[in-house]
Structure formats: C-alpha cells, structure tokens
C-alpha cells in the first residue's frame, strides 16, 4: 500500500523490441510516470553483464544500499544489492533508476507478471 492507503501498482513493459529500444522505453516510461511515483525499488543484479555504460550507476546503487544497511543496523550479512530504495524526487537518485531498470532481473522481485499481482 502506499502511504495514502492506495493499492501499489507495478508497470511491465512486453513486447518485442531490439535490446536499444527497449532500453529506451523502459526510461520514457519511468520520466512519464515519475511525478505519481511515491517509492521506487531496484535490485542490483541482473542475469547478464551490466553494460560498459551503466557500471558507474551499479556502483552507485551498490554504495547506496551499502550505506542503508549500515543506516539501518541490520545484519553485515544483508544483502546490500537487494530493494534499494530510490528517492525519485532526487534527480542523481533517479538517473540511477533510469540506468539500471531496463538491465536489472525482474524476475528477482515479488511479481512476475500482471497476473501475478492479481493474486497478491
């Protein structure tokens, strides 16, 4: 639920799209859904190589949830690559998102489709 009570929505994008542009829609997506966005997730993992040009932005997201478990006091042994918060009201935050979203494994988070949710 977000924090007005309202339901919490996930958005898939499918399709058959060249790698580029899909990678591409994932980010349009995200900046035209960014102002009704209250909290935003991502895992740092991905099942292929991250890309040579979205490395810098996996490190940052690494530190970032480096720095929550640490904030947070949980177990050294938590995983720091696991649901790190974004700010998407903070532009650097959001690069990040947009970086790393069409890479990262959607398969690793609660839903696996739109049917999915339908059943949570």
């Given amino acids: 639920m977000s924090q007005d009570e309202r339901p919490d929505r996930a958005l898939f994008l499918v399709g058959a799209l060249p790698p580029a542009e899909l990678a591409w829609a994932h980010r349009e997506a995200l900046r035209v859904v960014r102002p009704g966005v209250e909290t935003a997730h991502i895992d740092a993992y991905s099942d292929d190589a991250w890309p040579q040009e979205v490395v810098p932005f ?3 997201a690494l530190a970032m949830g480096r720095n929550a478990l640490i904030r947070s006091g949980r ?7 696991m649901g790190i918060d974004i700010d998407v009201h903070d532009d650097a935050e959001f690069e990040i998102l947009l970086a790393l979203a069409p890479y990262h494994d959607p398969h690793r988070g609660v839903a696996r489709s739109p049917a999915d949710l339908q059943r949570q």
């Avoid at 177990?75 to 690559?81: L, R, T």
């Fill in 75 to 81: 177990s050294a042994k938590g995983d720091p690559g």
């Fill in 58 to 60: 996996y490190e940052q």
